[in-house]
């Protein structure tokens, strides 16, 4: 059975300092934005509208250079739906797949482990050991199309 994914706040500054990034404030509220959004997947300038509602004056340009770093230290996968705008998550290191609201751009995470079974099999009878993989359901979200 499929199940939506559900996130646990990480320690930024330990965080930081495993991915071998310098402590800084603008990283550090950067990824505690992240950590605490309530929409997992967030673009640079949903990042920088958060600081600007926290009056952190950090520039749209240094959430962009902050978002990279993160996401070459692993701590962020940055994701080009279709809609072409980048949005970035959280690297937690599980495998999990995403439904997307074509209306509103609502972003869904899920994992179903009969799903990731097939898809195993799949490879195997095709001659692949399944390394990795990337699933996008496109879809309305009934609330939206209420």
């Known amino acids: 059975m499929s199940k939506l994914l559900d996130r646990t706040p990480l320690s930024p500054t330990a965080d930081l ?3 071998g990034l310098k402590v800084t404030l603008p990283r550090l509220k950067i990824l505690e934005i992240l950590e605490n959004a309530e929409q997992h997947h967030l673009s640079a300038e949903d990042v920088y509208k958060a600081l600007l509602a926290e009056d952190t004056e950090i520039g749209l340009a240094t959430v962009y250079r902050v978002l990279t770093q993160f996401e070459t230290a ?13 949005l970035f998550e959280l ?34 009878e095709l001659g692949y050991e399944l390394k990795d993989h990337s699933i996008v359901l496109y879809g309305v979200h009934r609330e939206v199309d209420a």
């Open 17 to 19: 300092k495993r991915a």
């Open 74 to 86: 692993g701590l962020v996968t940055r994701h080009r739906f279709d809609s072409g705008q980048a």
């Open 91 to 124: 690297d937690t290191g599980d495998s999990h797949d995403h439904i997307i609201c074509i209306k509103s751009g609502m972003v869904a995470e899920f994992k179903d482990e009969k799903l990731e079974a097939r898809l195993r099999e799949i490879a195997d």
